[in-house]
């Protein structure tokens, strides 16, 4: 089963609510939320008070990637706001291990995301806390980017590290994600699916979430 998650990075950031709303008649499951922090990455977005009111536009599963530094400590704010995954990047906390447990107490999905030079084996230790892994497949802070085809090594490595470990943990991927990329990603065993230029730069979303999604199936 995969699962398109739309990036709202790249709606009309004027009309959120009603952009998200386009997304309740199609196949998506999740909706992809992006905070940066000027910080962690050179860009600046959503804070809580902004997805707290987002919630109350859709049922979908908000997944919200937090590209901060030390995320620790908006852990309980994002939740509140109504975060059902909420996922960091190992690069950004000094107490990854804490950081996660945090997530957990929050009764929030923990997500743990890794940047595309960053040695997947440095999360290994930390796998069984984690509900879902995000591999990013572009240097994170902007939309729009180019797929960086290495990245999906990424994906393999910890494919099979999990499936050693007999943990059944999701990969999420990140960046450039279109119909043309899309099967490399889904190939080497990436289960969710990230798109913001590739949904919401699209005259008709439900069409292009729908084609994405029967991209990945066919890989
Ligand atoms: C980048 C963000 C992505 C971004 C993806 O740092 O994490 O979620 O919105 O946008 P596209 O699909 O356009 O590459
Ligand atoms: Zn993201």
Redesign the pocket.
């Known amino acids: 089963m995969k699962i398109i998650a739309p990036?709202i990075?790249?709606c009309d950031f004027s009309n959120l609510g009603t952009e998200i709303a386009r997304t309740h008649q199609t196949k998506a499951e999740y909706i992809?939320i992006?905070v940066m922090d000027g910080c962690f990455?050179p860009n600046l977005t959503i804070g809580p008070c902004v997805i707290s009111s987002l919630r109350k536009y859709s049922t979908k599963v908000f997944d919200v990637?937090l590209?901060i530094e030390e995320p620790i400590r908006y852990i309980s704010a994002y939740r509140n706001a109504g975060a059902d995954v909420l996922t960091v990047h190992a690069e950004a906390c000094s107490d990854l291990k804490a950081t996660l447990l945090a997530i957990r107490e929050s009764g929030a999905k923990v997500g743990l995301s890794i940047k595309p030079k960053t040695d997947p084996k440095t999360i290994l230790p930390f796998l069984s806390l984690c509900d879902m892994l995000l591999v990013?497949t572009?240097e994170?802070?902007?939309?729009?980017?180019a797929f960086i085809p290495d990245a999906v090594e990424n994906v393999r490595f910890l494919k099979e590290e999990l499936r050693k470990s007999g943990l059944s943990v999701p990969i999420e991927v990140?960046?450039?994600?279109t119909t043309e990329t899309i099967g490399t990603a889904a190939k080497a065993g990436a289960d969710i699916f990230?798109?913001?230029?590739?949904v919401y730069k699209k005259p008709d979303i439900g069409k292009a979430i729908s084609e994405l999604l029967e991209a990945a199936e066919r890989s």
Do not use: E, K, R, Y
Not at 140 to 145: I, M
Not at 194 to 198: F, H, I, L, N, R
């Open positions: 990036s990075l790249s992809h992006d990455v990637h590209m990013m572009v994170p802070g902007f939309g729009g980017q990140d960046g450039g994600i990230v798109a913001g230029s590739a």
